[in-house]
């Protein structure tokens, strides 16, 4: 259970940072040790909390409890919806682009990729979401888990569009 809060102490150590993607007591776990980035998706959220995050008031109720349990930022996948994004100040609605779905299965695990890839390149957590969602998009395209074409994700990343909410 205590895996990926070993994990995130480990490169917290190192000078790493750290994105989880979990669910239940390992993610409650690993926010205890501060990783610099959550990323489940809306139903993990609530399941995880306890909480209804159907409605945006309860979604964002649960991302702010994220936030001051521990991670840095807080990044909700919402499936062909996109994602939300939130520090402690702050709001983003990531819009994903439109696309025909063969399979969304790999599709989150192909979203936290390309958020990592983003931030490797160095964006911001929100711009990083727009490679991030396009990557989810460009595998649910396929019929193969956590698989995209490098060209799908080039024409869909204009297409993701990362706005600061009121």
Same mark, same amino acid.
């Given at each position: ?57 309860? &979604? ?12 840095? !930022? ?17 709001? !983003? #609605? ?20 390309? &958020?990592?890839?983003?931030?490797? #390149? ?33 024409? &869909? ?6 706005? &600061?909410?009121?």
């Amino acid at each position: 259970q205590d895996l990926y809060a070993r994990c995130v102490e480990q490169a917290n150590r190192a000078g790493v940072r750290s994105i989880v993607d979990a669910t239940g007591e390992p993610l409650r776990l690993a926010l205890s040790a501060r990783p610099f980035v959550v990323k489940p998706n809306r139903a993990e959220l609530g399941k995880t909390l306890g909480v209804d995050t159907s409605t945006e008031h309860g &979604l964002r109720e649960a991302i702010r409890r994220l936030v001051r349990e521990g991670t840095e !930022w807080a990044v909700v996948t919402l499936g062909g919806d996109g994602a939300m994004v939130a520090d402690a100040k702050r709001f !983003w #609605r990531v819009t994903a682009p439109k696309v025909t779905v063969v399979s969304p299965i790999g599709s989150g695990d192909s979203f936290a990729a390309g &958020l990592a890839a983003g931030i490797v #390149r160095g964006q911001r957590v929100p711009e990083a979401c727009a490679l991030a969602v396009a990557c989810g998009a460009a595998n649910a395209m396929t019929p193969v888990a956590g698989y995209v074409r490098r060209e799908d994700v080039e024409r &869909l990343v204009p297409e993701a569009h990362v706005d &600061l909410e009121p």
